[in-house]
């Protein structure tokens, strides 16, 4: 087993110098825990028959449910079922519970009503939730009206007195935005954005790039996103579990980075090949890598069914 190891650690160097990948190395121990182990460990699965996912409705190809048939779709929605399928719950033992800000998408973890949240979360060390991931790095960017396009040319231009650029009031681009001087016009949740920016009540919309990819692609003749820097920092987007449940963390995050690493083309790819893909830049097109997954003894294996 020794010989075995240093091997594999010899041959997890050389990928890394040869190609960068990273994301197949894996710490040189023996492994000691299974998927069967950390579900038990889990306080937040142990002895569940269903699981709760909360997610967002109302963004086409990333997150949606559609009022008149009920059916949920988008790249999200999407790995939320994967996520709940190798954890052993099938599609008719998840619960959906609806989401919508930020304070929304972390309190129903905190009061015990969901499980899991997969809805565009940045994994912010300050926030009272534990993330796996991340399953997108993505650039802030601004969303304009097209007939407005010509008035920004840079972001220092968000700051004229008559141009009412909206944000998400737990954002991190209400931050980034205050950073560089510019006051944004704070509302308790994005769809209030998007509405605003429909009924040209605001000039500009402000959030991560996959959302408004979703509300570009739902009009795309009105609006449009523009190539500014609003941060230098990319989002880290994660799926947040209960703060302390380290258990269900390492599990999310080691079947992430299963698709990272597996066969080709995984379910992430799928998903977003489907779903929001065809709506970014090619540029986005790959899985980030996972942060710490974790080595298991079953690491071929998926929980079993409940």
Not at 30 to 58: H, W
Not at 80 to 106: C, H, N, Y
Not at 117 to 137: I, K
Not at 257 to 269: D, T, V
Request: aromatic share 6%; proline share 7%; net charge neutral.
């Amino acid at each position: 087993m020794s010989k075995l190891r240093d091997a594999l650690t010899v041959l997890c160097i050389g990928a890394f110098l040869i190609t960068g990948a990273a994301a197949a190395c894996v710490e040189n121990k023996d492994p000691k825990e299974s998927v069967q182990s950390l579900r038990a460990k889990s306080p937040t699965l142990r002895d569940k028959v269903r699981l709760r996912i909360g997610v967002r409705e109302t963004l086409p190809f990333l997150s949606y449910r559609d009022p008149s048939t009920g059916i949920r779709s988008g790249f999200e929605v999407e790995l939320a079922r994967g996520i709940a399928s190798d954890l052993g719950f099938t599609e008719e033992k998840i619960d959906w519970v609806p989401v919508t800000d930020v304070q929304s998408r972390m309190h129903v973890l905190q009061a015990n009503q969901a499980d899991i949240v997969v809805a565009s979360l940045t994994m912010a060390p300050d926030r009272p939730v534990d993330f796996a991931g991340p399953y997108l790095v993505m650039p802030q960017a601004i969303l304009v009206h097209k007939q407005r396009t010509k008035r920004v040319e840079s972001i220092a231009d968000l700051k004229a007195p008559d141009f009412k650029t909206c944000v998400g009031i737990s954002s991190t681009s209400a931050k980034a935005l205050e950073a560089k001087g510019i006051k944004p016009e704070l509302v308790n949740d994005g769809l209030m954005c998007i509405d605003g920016m429909t009924s040209n009540k605001y000039d500009a919309y402000s959030s991560d790039l996959q959302v408004l990819a979703s509300v570009l692609a739902r009009d795309p003749d009105k609006f449009e996103i523009l190539k500014l820097l609003v941060s230098d920092a990319e989002e880290r987007i994660g799926v947040a579990v209960p703060q302390g449940d380290t258990a269900l963390r390492d599990l999310v995050a080691y079947f992430l980075n299963r698709w990272l690493i597996g066969p080709q083309p995984s379910p992430w790819m799928r998903a977003y090949d489907r779903t929001i893909g065809p709506h970014l830049e090619a540029k986005y097109r790959s899985q980030p890598r996972v942060d710490k997954p974790p080595v298991l003894v079953d690491y071929d294996s998926k929980a079993q069914p409940r």
